[in-house]
């Protein structure tokens, strides 16, 4: 793991601060648990709001149990108390409730939040409910700095088929019009050799390649949002931390793949 034995390491007390809002994953394969571990493998430090527990294994869910709202502002009121998250990522919010607890704190804030809209999981359960996706979509991509949809979350989200490079690139450039942040649509799910993200913030538009690491992968839109959460809170531009996220994943990949 080249790119993460290279990085610069500091002391704990010096290192920046990014914060994770997701889902408590029980197989330990996404959600906050694969984000601290991203966090901690970039060399920053990490503080959670666990959105909700889950019973799943690599290949279904069997139970969600979702966290109060009320509760949702006393994790996010406590993550800001000390050290201050200098960025923040949410996966997994599970409802309408969360959604609007994350959007109602957000508002008053100036750190950047990448939302990776987890509308689903790599099974086929639901993990947003179709009241928190018009929360989501009216509250709180309005005040995230990047959203981060993989085909299926940027066709609901931009009403648009996304078939393609193509497709990809007008899905960004969709969703910036629509909720006015910047986007990532990921390609990990199109066939083919390489895996392709597509980037656009409103000026510079970018196509990011890796090979593809063949496998049943989980938790890659998790350490993807999470690097790029990572990067911001050390203090890089979003351009930055988003082809640095991109060579993360595909580095992490790689070492779990044995190459």
Known sequence: MGYIRNLPRMPAKQQPVALTIAGMDSSGGAGVAVDLATFAAIGVGGRSVVTAVTAQSDKAVFGVQGTRPAMITAQLEAAFQGRKPKAAKCGMLFSGGVVEAVADFWGGLRVPLVVDPVLASSSGGSLLSAGGIRVLRRRLLPVCRLVTPNLAEAEVLTGLKV???????????????????????????????????????????????????KGNWRGTGCRFSAAVAAGLAKGDSLATSVAEAKEFVSTVLKTIDGR
Do not use: I, Q
Not at 181 to 210: I, N, P, Q, Y
């Open 163 to 213: 078939r393609g490079r193509e497709g990809m690139a007008v899905a960004a450039r969709a969703l910036f019009e629509k909720y006015g942040c910047a986007a990532v649509v990921t390609g990990g799910h199109l066939k083919g050799r390489e895996v392709v993200e597509m980037f656009f913030d409103g000026r510079e538009e970018m196509t990011l390649v890796s090979g593809r690491v």
